[in-house]
Structure formats: C-alpha cells, structure tokens
C-alpha cells in the first residue's frame, strides 16, 4: 500500500452515469470514451472498464501505445481507434490487436500497408481530414490525391476504410461561424469518399462540446473526452450539474504539518505573502511536481488555488513549491497533522472543483487533472457499491 500522503480517489461509477448522460444527449450516435493521456489522469483501463461499463461502444485512445495496453489488459469488447503517431510507430501491433488506425497522410497509409502485410491481417483505416484546425489530419485536397490508394488497397484487401473523421476548433462556442464552416467541409469531403467508393462505418466529428451542444454534428458517433470524466467542456454555459456530468476525481491529502507563526511572517520562498495576524499555517505535501499549478501560487490580495479545510475553504499561501504548499488556516484553526484536505472533487459540498483551480491558475479543467503526477496514487471507488 502506497505511503504517500495524498491521493485522487477516482469514482468509477461516475464515469459510468457520465458515459450514460453524453449517449442520452446523442441518442442517434455512438459514444467513443476518449480515454488518452492516462484517461485524462483517472487511469486508462480503470476508466475505460468504467466508459465500457457506461454504454461506450468505442474507446479512442491517441497514441498506438495506449490503445495497444487496453488490448493488453483484456479490454476486447468495444473497437478502439488511434491516431496520433509518427513514421516507425508500432503498427503491425496495433492491426494485430484488432485497432483502427488514423491515416492523416500518404506516408501513414505507405506504413500502415507495409504493417497490414506483414501482420497478414486486414486494417481498419479510418481517415482523418483537416477542416480548418490545420493540426492533424490530411487537407481536404491531400486527402482526396490519397484516396485512390487507400481503396485500391481496400480492393486488394490489405485495408478496409471503415470511417472518416475531424476535429472542430471553437466546439466550446458553438455558435462561432468555424463551427458550421467545419461541418460544410466536412460534409463535402465526405460525399466525395463515399461516392469514390469507401463503405464507411462511421462519421463523426463532435467532441464533448459538441456532444452537448450541437447535434447536428452527432453524425454516427460522438467522441466525449473530458465530460467522461464529468467536467464541462462549456463551462461559460453551465457546469457539469447542467449537462447531468459529475466530476470523477477528488484529490485530497494529509497535513504533513501544522504551525503556529507570529504575525509578519512570510510564507514560502520569497516571501510574496506575509501573515497579516498571528495564525496557524498547514502544510499540504503536493507541489508543481505533483502538478499543483504554480501559477495558483497566493498573496494576500490574491488567494491562492482553493484548498478545503475543516468544511471551509482557503486559498493557497505563498508560492506553490515542488512538493508542497502552505495554507494560512487561520488563528482559531483547530486542525493538527495528518488531517485530511481537499484540493478538488465534485463541489458537490461547497469545496472546490477542477474549475476552481483552472480559474485560479488561468489554464483550463483538462490541464489540471492530466498534469497530475505519476506518484500520487489513484485510488478507484465505486460510489453505487460502497466499494
């Protein structure tokens, strides 16, 4: 059992009720549970039992090597789809564990050929195409000049094209015009492969933005990510209660230590805060390496990230330090080492959430639980069983 003094308990059967609530908001499509960078921080085959558990059909994780584990460790079920790589990525693994593979261009569709042939097995390619977030994906014309290719391979047999697909940019504004601009392009390069031939399976384009505001972009399939794990995507048009999400994660820890200190102290290197009183300071043995956001570092006109104690919640004192932080816990402060605290959870009882701390920090929710760090442990619950 880990002896480290802070934990994020995940609570898996959040992750199944938020995989339910995003199928209910598209009831047309199916739900892949994007479950990349470590499922956001909760763990990768954890949650993806739990999204699987929920009602996803699909599991969409980014690199070849976290689709690869999820084969690994018995997840056989649901079709997994990866697409984020570069030249001499282990492919021929991926078509051997039955992974649809991304190609974003010629030189990917060369490799997964050479891959399909030497695992003597068919791939599942599913073609992604640029609509305007010009990151991955094959421009609109590079992505046509390669079709040919691709479905003469599929005639041979080496490949079965089985989907097309796109990443929007502004699903967070979902009125903004790139949204509709995205959904022309993309409806027009999707007539031009289904008229050359492709026998698609599936479409999609929605994110968990667009999962719970723009329907029409549901097309066959929704790829939620981050409102899996039951943080809103939009959280300028309502919080996860809004869209029936419940945030998965908690994140808590022991005080490490508990100090009485004479007014005009100062708090943590350099000092930018100072005890206006005579009080009592906690320590909180997480840090920038543990991924608490040094930008949610404190002064006394500026709190700090918003820690829960004792069921009140106070800001961060002083800079946020590589393994640990200071709480200015007030001169009437009861708590003694080894108290627990929380730095964020559902919020369901007034105490923080991600949110906060994205505020705090001026980044956004995903940012703060994907940088949580490899030591501190994750502990899975299961609230509906009392596990």
Not at 224 to 239: C, F, K, N, T
Not at 260 to 272: F, L
Not at 331 to 357: I, M, N, R
């Amino acid at each position: 059992m880990s002896q480290f003094p802070a934990r994020a308990v995940v609570d898996l059967a959040a992750i199944r009720g938020n995989v339910s609530s995003l199928a209910a908001h598209a009831p047309s499509a199916q739900v892949m549970a994007v479950v990349k960078a470590d499922a956001y921080g909760h763990g990768l085959v954890p949650s993806a039992r739990a999204a699987v558990a929920g009602g996803a059909s699909w599991l969409g994780a980014a690199q070849v090597s976290e689709a690869v584990e999820l084969r690994r460790a018995g997840i056989v079920e649901p079709r997994i789809l990866t697409w984020l790589y570069a030249p001499g990525a282990p492919l021929r693994e991926a078509i051997e564990a039955d992974v649809d593979v991304t190609v974003s261009a010629a030189w990917a569709l060369d490799e997964v050929e050479a891959a399909a042939r030497a695992a003597g097995r068919t791939a599942r390619v599913q073609l992604k195409v640029d609509t305007g977030l010009s990151r991955n994906g094959a421009t609109p014309a590079d992505l046509v000049a390669l079709l040919p290719a691709a479905l003469a391979l599929q005639a041979e047999g080496v490949i079965d094209v089985v989907g097309l697909w796109s990443h929007l940019a502004l699903a967070d504004e979902p009125t903004h015009p790139t949204v509709r601009l995205q959904a022309q392009v993309f409806g027009e390069v999707l007539a031009t492969v289904e008229a050359a031939g492709a026998r698609l399976e599936v479409r999609h384009l929605a994110n968990s933005a667009a999962t719970l505001t723009t329907p029409a972009a549901h097309y066959d399939l929704v790829r939620p990510g981050i409102a899996v794990y039951g943080l809103s995507p939009v959280p300028q048009l309502g919080g996860p209660e809004e869209f029936g999400l419940v945030p998965a994660m908690t994140v808590e820890a022991e005080l490490a230590n508990v100090k009485h200190v004479h007014a005009g102290s100062g708090v943590s290197y350099a000092h930018q805060y100072v005890t206006a009183r005579d009080t009592v300071l906690g320590l909180v043995p997480l840090g920038y390496a543990d991924g608490v956001p040094r930008h949610a570092s404190g002064t006394q006109d500026h709190p700090g990230g918003p820690v829960r104690v004792g069921g009140r919640t106070v800001g961060v004192a002083g800079r946020v330090c590589m393994d640990q932080v200071v709480l200015d816990l007030g001169p009437d402060a009861a708590e003694q080492a080894g108290d627990t605290v929380e730095l964020f959870g559902t919020g369901a009882d007034g105490g923080p959430t991600a949110e906060d701390w994205a505020r705090a920090a001026g980044t956004i929710s995903y940012e703060i639980v994907t940088r949580l760090g490899a030591r501190v442990p994750r502990v899975y619950v299961d609230s509906e069983e009392g596990a």
